[in-house]
């Protein structure tokens, strides 16, 4: 029964859902199953976006090679960082990818700064870079979700509302249960379940809608970096309000406050002050040409 989990409202019951599968001596996660599956799809959507728009494809391979290493690395540490009361006492788990944790900001930023140095050694335009992998980035988001599903974590508090998840106790984190979950504890056959948020859930139908819209107006734009402005404004908004559901907040020292909340709105309000200006520059600089 640890492998049941549970949608009651949607009259959805998996009994079988595993969290990993052997080959010979070799456990294989599902974890990173997705994660690689995430990656791919990502790479293929970035190699057709370049295609789209007369660019080398090969470039982008070179750089999601380096994107591998440092994006990984940079999602880790982020994760380390913020966890930094357990890992001062377990230093030697710092790099243990196997273990769990890691976090998307950290990776986009860890990504963000390879784009970097990879233009300057390219001479390639670091906006077009970003408009171009941007869409790969957010279907890797989409699929890359489904591991915490299969990983039995990432959920948020107690509900009972349509898409409510039901989880078995013994297949999740203690820290990670609240009292509303212990007192609305729900038993099945002698297993006892914890109902929540499915947050991976939220966020992958979230961000499936901010592709589908940097689909649409992918060529509808005024200056180069709009359509990368446009994604950190969309899921910006949506993470910032789905990091509120979760139970397992990173938190910024002792003050109480969600880290991720905090770079969701600063992405947000950054968003939408490039784009207002961007365009409104873009907008001015028509204006100039048409009147010459």
């Given at each position: 029964m640890d492998y049941q989990i549970n949608f009651p409202n949607l009259g959805i019951a998996l009994e079988h859902v595993i969290k990993s599968f052997s080959i010979g001596n070799f456990t294989v996660a599902i974890y990173g199953v997705t994660m690689a599956?995430?990656?791919l799809a990502g790479l293929l959507v970035t190699e057709w976006r370049a295609k789209e728009t007369g660019q080398n494809e090969d470039s982008y391979f070179n750089l999601f090679i380096c994107f591998i290493i440092f994006g990984f690395l940079g999602a880790r540490l982020y994760y380390v960082a913020f966890?930094?009361?357990?890992?001062?006492?377990h230093l030697s788990e710092i790099l243990n990818f196997r273990g769990g944790g890691i976090a998307i900001y950290g990776g986009l930023i860890g990504g963000t700064l390879v784009a970097i140095v990879f233009c300057k050694i390219t001479k390639m335009n670091i906006f077009t870079i970003l408009d171009t992998v941007v869409m790969g980035v957010c279907l890797g988001q989409i699929i890359g979700r489904w591991g915490n599903f299969f990983n039995r974590e990432a959920f948020g508090?107690?509900?009972?509302?349509l898409l409510a998840?039901?989880?078995?106790?013994?297949?999740v984190r203690s820290n990670e249960i609240t009292q509303q979950m212990w007192d609305n504890l729900v038993t099945i056959n002698g297993v006892d379940f914890i109902q929540v948020h499915p947050t991976f859930l939220y966020e992958g139908l979230w961000n499936l809608a901010v592709l589908i819209l940097l689909f649409i107006f992918r060529n509808k734009t005024k200056f180069k970096g709009e359509t990368f402005f446009r994604y950190l404004f969309g899921y910006g908004i949506g993470r910032f309000w789905i990091e509120s559901l979760r139970t397992d907040q990173l938190?910024?020292?002792?003050?109480?406050?969600?880290?991720?909340m905090v770079i969701a709105a600063a992405a947000v309000i950054v968003s939408v002050v490039v784009i207002l200006v961007g365009r409104s520059r873009a907008k001015k600089a028509e204006a100039a040409e048409s009147a010459s």
């Open positions: 599956l995430a990656l966890s930094w009361d357990y890992y001062s006492r508090g107690y509900t009972d509302n998840m039901q989880l078995p106790v013994s297949a938190i910024i020292g002792h003050t109480g406050i969600p880290i991720s």
